[in-house]
């Protein structure tokens, strides 16, 4: 099955080409970087031209994953809808892969943290128990959190956690890629552990600006 994978997340993109060749592998054809803050006139462009170089259309395509955040709305947006038009217009499958899950299977470990500016982090930590959450931190919920013994990062999410969490080993590793994202998502696809393109949307973990600095809207009244 050939496979398709799309970041748009990062301050970095990129697109893979890949083919399921097992039930937990991944043999990559190929891949294309993007450039950050360029997603929404590059992506479709970059796209097709991997798969006319590798001569596929998309209509042979049997998946694609999608990273779907947490990262730039912008750029979650747009890889969520380029997903979406594609399988719907070729009918085709989707799996939907948190960044930072991709992040802590590419370093080994099970937790991971990318930076979400504001002096805050996306965090991805087990929470006294078997599961793992994912959820927005600043350093007072750091404090909070029993901080795990290794933990991988690749940007600027280190310097807050090295201040908060002393004793953990911070696992440092390349920026999560497309190609990172199909060897993650082979075990579902290959479960056919699909999403409904309906019902995909963006793992942002945090607010929109326009819902945090926008005007408070007044609870609706009923009619007299």
């Known amino acids: 099955m050939l496979l398709l ?27 294309a970087a993007l450039e950050g803050r360029t997603y929404s006139s590059t992506l479709i462009s970059a796209i097709d031209s991997l798969l006319k170089a590798n001569q ?15 990262g730039s709305f912008t750029g979650v947006r747009v890889g969520l809808s380029a997903a ?9 499958s989707i799996v939907a892969v948190s960044r930072l899950e991709v992040l802590a299977c590419k370093a080994a470990v099970l937790a991971s943290a ?60 390349e920026p999560p890629t497309a190609e990172d994202a199909l060897r993650l998502a082979a075990p579902a696809i290959a479960a056919g552990d699909f999403i409904d393109p309906a019902l995909l949307d963006g793992h942002y973990l945090r607010r929109s600006d326009a819902e945090i600095f926008g005007p408070a809207v007044p609870p609706a009244t009923r009619p007299a």
């Open 84 to 92: 979406k038009g594609l399988a719907e217009g070729a009918g085709l």
């Open 114 to 173: 990318l930076d979400a500016h504001r002096h805050e982090v996306f965090l991805r930590i087990a929470d006294g128990g078997p599961h793992l959450r994912e959820f927005l931190a600043g350093a007072a919920d750091l404090a909070l959190t029993n901080p795990p013994s290794r933990i991988a990062v690749c940007d600027a999410a280190g310097d807050l956690l090295q201040a908060a969490w002393t004793e953990t080993l911070l696992v440092r590793a």
């Open 5 to 31: 994978g799309i970041d748009t997340c990062g301050p970095a993109g990129s697109v893979a080409l890949g083919c399921l060749t097992g039930m937990y592998t991944v043999q990559i054809i190929g891949s």
């Open 56 to 70: 596929v259309a998309p209509g042979d395509l049997g998946c694609i994953a999608v990273v779907n955040g947490p």
